[in-house]
């Protein structure tokens, strides 16, 4: 585990609490006024790698004084029992936001039951509603580890237009919402992919490097300016030799610390402040149906 002392480890649970102290006097306050309703995570079947998840979002829910519902949809649901029970939550106004756990099983279409969940519910911000309004710049509710690795490099205090930023990997859940999301804060944005001709021309001049591809270890520090910042967005479970299941990221961190002028640790980066952005998310919903009248105000 890396050193926590060492200033260039930036703290994720340091972030996380400091986000949820926030959100939870925001949620007080909001409470005040309207009833704040219920945040209801759904996995479809069994999967260890949301287990986690879904552990860590109901810690992060108490902490913030949200209410939370864990859901689990037997593996062998229809596409239309999904529909329709998603229809039911959009419809109860005591559901404040729905986020559909990935990966979904096969026989599901993930893409439409998430834009079957109605966009001012979307607490994951993957409705395409709420992907198109990114480009917009309307970032409110944005996919959370895309806004996790945002929050991030806001952690570094770097100044953001024309900040020289290098996303490795284009994913519709986080490289592309990252790019858009760091282009509307000035920043010039490179997008490589596994079709990009060298990914270290760009990530060697870059000031920021964020890499969510998937590969353990992928980032060296011959790829790392000396002082860049690394945001670590990679989740790779990786059995060692003696056959113990450890979670490593993208980025060899030991290695590339030595380097890098700030990084993230796996564990201990943006995970745990993804979790804090999906409760700021449901704030920010919260507040959205407020604004459109779907709730009744509380009576002084
Ligand atoms: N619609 C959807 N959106 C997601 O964002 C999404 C998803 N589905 N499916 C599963 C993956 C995985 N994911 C994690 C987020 C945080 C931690 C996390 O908190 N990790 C801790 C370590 C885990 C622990 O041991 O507590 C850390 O990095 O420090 C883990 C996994 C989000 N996912």
């Given amino acids: 585990m890396a050193d926590r ?13 400091r986000l949820l102290a926030e959100i939870r006097a925001e949620l007080d306050a909001a409470a005040k006024t309207h009833p704040v309703g219920r945040l209801v995570s759904i996995s479809i079947g069994p999967s260890p790698e949301i287990e ?4 860590n979002q109901a810690r992060a829910a108490a902490e ?3 209410p939370f ?17 998603i229809a039911a939550l959009n419809d109860d106004p005591s559901v404040l936001g729905i986020i559909l756990q990935r990966p979904v099983p096969a026989h599901i279409h993930v893409r439409s039951l998430q834009s079957a ?9 993957m409705n395409p509603a709420s992907i198109g309004n990114i480009v917009y710049n309307d970032i409110a509710l944005a996919p959370c580890t895309a806004a996790a690795a945002v929050e991030m490099v806001r952690a570094t205090g770097l100044s953001m237009p024309g900040l020289e930023v290098v996303m490795i990997g284009h994913s519709e ?9 760091l282009m509307a804060e000035g ?18 001049r870059a000031d920021v490097v964020i890499v969510a591809v998937g ?22 479970q990786v059995t060692d030799a003696a056959g113990k299941v450890r979670i490593l990221g993208d980025v060899d961190t030991e290695a590339v610390r030595e380097v890098a002028g700030w990084i993230t640790p796996v564990p201990g980066g943006v995970g745990p402040v993804t979790v804090a952005m999906l409760m700021r998310n449901a704030l920010t919903a919260h507040r959205r149906q407020v604004a459109a009248g779907w709730l009744e105000a509380i009576e002084a």
């Fill in 69 to 85: 519902e864990q859901v689990v949809w037997p593996a062998e649901a229809t596409q239309e029992d999904c529909k329709r029970k």
């Fill in 173 to 181: 859940i986080v490289g592309k919402p990252v790019a858009f999301m």
């Fill in 117 to 125: 969940i109605h966009p001012l519910k979307d607490v994951e911000g």
């Fill in 215 to 236: 590969k353990a270890h992928l980032i060296g520090p011959e790829m790392i300016k000396p002082g860049a910042a690394v945001i670590d967005i990679g989740i790779n």
């Fill in 52 to 55: 986690v998840y879904v552990r």
């Fill in 187 to 204: 920043a010039t944005v490179t997008v490589c992919h596994h079709m990009t001709r060298s990914v270290a021309m760009h990530s060697r």
């Fill in 5 to 17: 002392r060492d200033h260039r480890i930036i703290d994720g649970k340091a972030v996380q609490h």
């Fill in 64 to 66: 913030a004084g949200l």
